[in-house]
């Protein structure tokens, strides 16, 4: 909310600023903070997109815990890509939506990427291999 300035000169109207307040009182919510269902849902209804991020999470810890680590890490790098585009693709997603839409967008995505590529690097027997990596392992050894 802008902050008057004092009155203008001439005119018996006050001038509104543009600047931000140099003491704020609250925080503004994130955009698409807002409920994913009508208020008239139960709680879990309200935040199915946090819910699923969290659940396909979870579930990527139980095959990591019952010995599957590349398929549980793959699983969590997918949840975590997964949360990133019902962060771009719905209006309101609830308590998923902690800062900006891009920078949600940015980091959940950029963590699902690095997990999901380190997932696939993981030895032995890694699902993707990058010729580089062995020349620098080589040369710093």
């Given at each position: 909310m802008p902050a008057e300035t004092g009155k203008a000169a001439g005119?018996?109207?006050s001038r509104?600023?543009?600047r931000f307040p140099q003491?704020?009182?609250d925080t503004a919510r994130?955009?698409?903070g807002g409920r994913a269902a009508p208020g008239g849902a139960p709680a879990p209804a309200r935040q199915w997109p946090l819910l699923v991020?969290?659940?396909l999470t979870?579930?990527?810890?139980?095959i990591v815990a019952l010995d599957g680590f590349r398929i549980g890490t793959i699983l969590i790098g997918i949840a975590m890509i997964g949360g990133a585009v019902l962060r771009w693709a719905l209006p309101s997603v609830g308590m998923l939506a902690v800062r900006?839409?891009?920078?949600?967008m940015f980091t959940y995505?950029?963590?699902?990427?690095?997990?999901l590529l380190l997932a696939m690097l993981a030895q032995p027997h890694a699902w993707l291999k990058i010729p580089f990596l062995d020349d620098i392992l080589h040369f710093t050894v």
């Amino acid at each position: 909310m802008p902050a008057e300035t004092g009155k203008a000169a001439g005119s018996g109207r006050s001038r509104v600023s543009r600047r931000f307040p140099q003491f704020t009182r609250d925080t503004a919510r994130p955009e698409g903070g807002g409920r994913a269902a009508p208020g008239g849902a139960p709680a879990p209804a309200r935040q199915w997109p946090l819910l699923v991020v969290l659940g396909l999470t979870g579930l990527g810890l139980l095959i990591v815990a019952l010995d599957g680590f590349r398929i549980g890490t793959i699983l969590i790098g997918i949840a975590m890509i997964g949360g990133a585009v019902l962060r771009w693709a719905l209006p309101s997603v609830g308590m998923l939506a902690v800062r900006s839409r891009f920078t949600d967008m940015f980091t959940y995505g950029g963590l699902g990427l690095a997990i999901l590529l380190l997932a696939m690097l993981a030895q032995p027997h890694a699902w993707l291999k990058i010729p580089f990596l062995d020349d620098i392992l080589h040369f710093t050894v």
